[in-house]
């Protein structure tokens, strides 16, 4: 099996005995866009098909956006697109992206904790939340072997305009029922940034 094997948030809760429950727990303190990110997302909906294919979402929408958020971290995290990772024979494979400390010998040493995983996808949220709740499993399970603890995982599905959000902590999935909108860019960076101060603070305990 692998990752993209999970079609719902329910297949993943049947196999693991993850409990789901749904609240408010994205912080709101909007963060403003810079005019780099904004001039390179105003050019994208004007010259470029970005609904044509996941990739052209990934590449035009997503990824810009995550890397705006993520150049105040870099010193703490690395952020890694599409890198293969491995916790057994059922849950492994290519997440769209994910966060993890970044590692004392540098950019090119992938290793835990990891801590966000974010998916992209065009039409299917159902399918988005089963896959990228198996990658937060995965990264709960390899972060507990590590370090011999259960930190709080968290996951990000958009399909480019929508993002949802949601965190696994010990047995329990739980749902961001806000959803975030690219209609407000400062509201959504300030999810985001909401999100890496809490895995900063997982970091720092260490």
């Known amino acids: 099996m692998a990752f993209t094997d999970f079609k719902t948030v329910g297949e993943v809760q049947k196999k693991y005995s993850i409990k789901y429950q749904q609240e408010n727990f994205v912080a709101i303190n909007p ?26 979402i990934r590449e035009n929408i997503i990824f810009p956006i995550l890397r705006e958020i993520y150049r105040q971290y870099a010193e703490t995290f690395s952020l890694w697109s599409h890198q293969y990772i491995r916790y057994d024979d059922v849950l492994l494979g290519t997440p769209d992206y994910f966060l993890s400390k970044r590692s004392e010998l540098g950019k090119t040493v992938l290793e835990p904790p990891f801590l966000l995983f974010s998916e992209a996808k065009k039409n299917d949220f159902d399918a988005g939340w089963g896959q990228c709740l198996a990658e937060m499993y995965s990264a709960q399970k390899m972060n507990e072997q590590e370090y011999g603890k259960i930190l709080t ?38 999810g985001l940034d909401f999100v890496h101060q809490e895995m900063s603070e997982q970091i720092k305990s260490l």
């Open 31 to 56: 963060f403003q866009a810079s005019q780099t990110l904004l001039d390179e997302l105003q050019f994208a909906e004007k010259y470029i098909d970005v609904r044509v294919s996941e990739m052209a």
């Open 153 to 190: 995982i968290f996951g990000i599905v958009t399909d480019g305009q929508t993002w949802q959000f949601g965190k696994l902590a010990e047995n329990i999935y739980t749902y961001n029922f806000k959803i975030f909108t690219l209609d407000d860019l400062n509201e959504l960076l300030g």
